[in-house]
């Protein structure tokens, strides 16, 4: 097992008061770490995005909105448990997270809102997870989603305790598919502002959807990283966003995908189909060093955790070594990290590193 498979290669040590507890305002004030494909480092600002690419560059977007999935009810013995919506199952059946777990026996109902808006009952559990499946009951005058507005919360991140932030500033301003139950946070640097000077430069912009669960942010907890096993997470991608990384590849431009989600968003279709082509389904796509990326030239992404799948992925396109310095750099500039952090680009062309 050489260094790039072991996951104590991916450890860092990050000072606390570099997690970003709040987002900037406006959104594309963040900081941007632009790595070059010559192996130079720029410290620039998010909104200068665009002089860092060419006209015919594409821009791939996730376009996933992030649920009220955090729900907070009770038993009908008034003791109180949160849970933590995953994905649906089947018509109205969500697998959930839930603490305390003891108070999810098979059976359990569980009430949610002030007058008990929502009800669910506990049908089963989950092995790979140790969540619940949850049979939530609606009243026929309202669809769940219109209920979940009403009693669910939008999920900040874990290490985000002391946000002053508003749940719309934890969605991307063309988030439009609902089913995420985290933000696609590379995503959340754009303004208006940017995507029209991004387009008035003649660099295009598309979309796929990655609603975004449990694999992507789930520790890797294994030190052998081959042994990982990633949850199924929902993707689906267009015949036009498939005509347009074509269209870009024959002009010999770049397709940048902005999140580690949309990276794997396409290398996964590309690898169920072994060829560029509108996909839906799911992908548990690993992505580490040793991968042979098929689809992506570049990629903007924020700083991840240690020890985490998507700082894996981001090794695999320029080098874990060379990764992990450049994390060290970012932390003596005192870059603000994860979900309302600043962002890094990483340029086309790089030669990676072992």
């Keep these: 097992m050489n260094l790039d498979q072991q996951l104590s290669s991916y450890d860092y040590f990050l000072p606390p008061n570099l997690i970003a507890q709040n987002p900037v305002s406006p959104r594309d004030s963040s900081r941007l770490l632009v790595v070059k494909s010559e192996g130079k480092i720029d410290h620039s600002i998010f909104c200068n995005l665009p002089d860092f690419l060419l006209p015919g560059d594409l821009l791939v977007l996730n376009d996933t909105r992030v649920i009220p ?25 969500w697998l959930a997270l839930v603490k305390p777990g003891k108070r999810f026996s098979i059976g359990s109902e569980i009430l949610f809102g002030d007058s008990s808006l929502l009800k669910a009952t506990v049908v089963g559990k989950d092995k790979s997870t140790g969540g619940r499946f949850l049979q939530f009951q609606i009243n026929e005058s309202q669809s769940f989603w219109e209920i979940l507005d009403q009693v669910g919360n ?42 029209t000077e991004l387009q008035q430069r003649q660099i295009n912009i598309a979309t796929v959807t990655l609603h975004v669960g449990i694999g992507t942010f789930r520790p890797v907890e294994v030190e052998n990283i081959l042994t990982h096993e990633m949850h199924q997470e ?19 431009r770049k397709v940048i995908a902005v999140g580690t989600t949309v990276v794997r968003t396409l290398e996964g279709a590309y690898k169920h189909q072994q060829k560029l082509a509108p996909f839906s389904g799911k992908t548990d796509l690993f992505i580490y060093p040793g991968y042979e990326f098929k689809v992506i030239d570049g990629l903007i992404t924020n700083f991840h955790l240690p020890k985490s799948s998507l700082l894996m992925l981001v090794s695999a396109l320029i080098g874990r070594k060379r990764l992990m310095s450049i994390y060290q750099e970012a932390i003596e500039e005192k870059y603000r990290f994860y979900s309302f952090g600043d962002g890094m680009f990483i340029m086309p062309n790089q030669n990676i590193e072992s």
Excluded: M
């Design 234 to 252: 929902w993707i689906e991608i267009n015949q036009n966003t498939i005509d347009a990384i074509k269209a870009t590849k024959e002009k010999g």
């Design 154 to 195: 939008i999920p900040f991140p874990p290490y985000v305790t002391e946000s002053q932030a508003n749940p719309q500033q934890y969605q991307t301003i063309y988030a439009e598919k609902q089913g995420a139950i985290a933000a696609p946070t590379a995503g959340l640097h754009f303004t208006q502002k940017l995507l």
């Design 69 to 93: 999935a955090r729900l907070y009810g009770k038993k009908s013995t008034g003791a109180q448990v949160e849970v933590l919506l995953v994905e649906e199952t089947t018509n109205n059946c």
